[in-house]
Nanobody
């Protein structure tokens, strides 16, 4: 069964940086896209950034110029470099992927990681 494994969250001071990683395990045939979402207490989950297997990227307006998403197709892994972090970036960050598995190459699967806590505080 395919799993998304996240790492890199933690506590950082305002203005600091963190690098999140999300790697996939299991028999993935093809990735369509991988995304980062976040959810702060009392707020809805929001899309932070997305990248396709072709390298196209999107960013939420609130993180443009500060966050950078990148991927490694060979490893089916996505990264989120977060710079100039602000207290309002504090949230649980979730990795999301849409992919096809080796055993069924006709349907697309949507899957989520368990989330990693990012806290920006002085």
């Amino acid at each position: 069964q395919v799993q998304l494994v996240e790492s890199g969250g933690g506590l950082v001071q305002p203005g600091g940086s963190l690098r999140l990683s999300c790697s996939t395990s299991g028999s993935i045939f093809r990735l369509n896209n991988m995304d980062w979402f976040r959810q702060a207490p009392g707020k809805q989950r929001e899309l932070v950034s997305s990248i396709t297997s072709g390298g196209s990227t999107t960013y939420a307006d609130s993180v443009k110029g500060r966050f950078t998403i990148s991927g490694d197709n060979a490893k089916n892994t996505v990264y989120l470099q977060m710079n100039s972090l602000k207290p309002e970036d504090t949230a649980v960050y979730y990795c999301h992927a849409v992919y096809q598995v080796v055993t069924n190459q006709k349907s697309w699967v949507s899957n989520w990681g368990q989330g990693t806590q990012v806290t920006v505080s002085s």
